[in-house]
């Protein structure tokens, strides 16, 4: 596998990493647009934010100078289960494939550590475990809280499964700045997450 790249339908450029059997995106979504070319709502006031049941995305602070271009753009679940987000012949994985790429690196308390960026230009200190022996070079993007406040940036790496796990909820990985762990929780709709797309 040559580390090849992918680009996506706003002309975006994603570099790609094979681990185990699977290939990832080594760099979190941008796309502005689904992959039929339709325009994902912006959503930047956080009240409207919160009270979404349809799609969006937003970048952190609602820069995509300062933030986005770096550390991808938030979206919420509605966005992920249009099945449309990533480019074609790429898609948001489900908890199955997050449980296989963790598994394949040895399970949950240490994983965390395999896929974070090393140092702490975009994490905080002191970024423990981090090797990025994978190559997935995760960076602390945030999140954006159900109330539509952003948080996090530099703690935190969180990451949408296309796998619903009740009518409200949807499963999540994230992984933090001081431990090497990667953890499965199951938020509300309305957060928003980065995505990585695997391929099909």
Not at 98 to 120: H, M, Q
Request: net charge negative.
């Amino acid at each position: 596998f040559d580390g090849s790249t992918v680009t996506d339908i706003d002309g975006n450029i994603y570099n790609t990493v094979l681990i185990g059997t699977q290939i990832w995106m080594k760099e979190n979504l941008k796309a502005t647009k689904f992959n039929d070319g339709t325009t994902i709502p912006l959503v930047k006031n956080a009240s409207e934010w919160s009270d979404l049941s349809t799609p969006a995305y937003c970048w952190y602070y609602s820069s995509q100078e300062l933030f986005g271009n770096t550390y991808g753009a938030l979206y919420n679940w509605y966005a992920i289960n249009t099945r449309k987000l990533c480019p074609t012949g790429w898609h948001v994985p489900g908890n199955d494939e997050w449980g296989a790429l963790i598994k394949y690196l040895g399970g949950d308390s240490v994983a965390g550590g395999k896929l974070k960026e090393t140092g702490t230009i975009h994490w905080a200190s002191p970024n423990s475990g981090a090797t990025n022996e994978t190559g997935f070079t995760a960076l602390g993007s945030g999140f954006r809280y159900y109330d539509g406040l952003y948080t996090n940036m530099y703690v935190s790496s969180n990451w949408w499964s296309a796998t619903q796990s009740c009518p409200t909820t949807a499963f999540l990985r994230y992984i933090l700045y001081d431990n090497d762990d990667i953890i499965t929780i199951r938020p509300e709709m309305t957060f928003g997450a980065a995505v990585r797309c695997i391929k099909d």
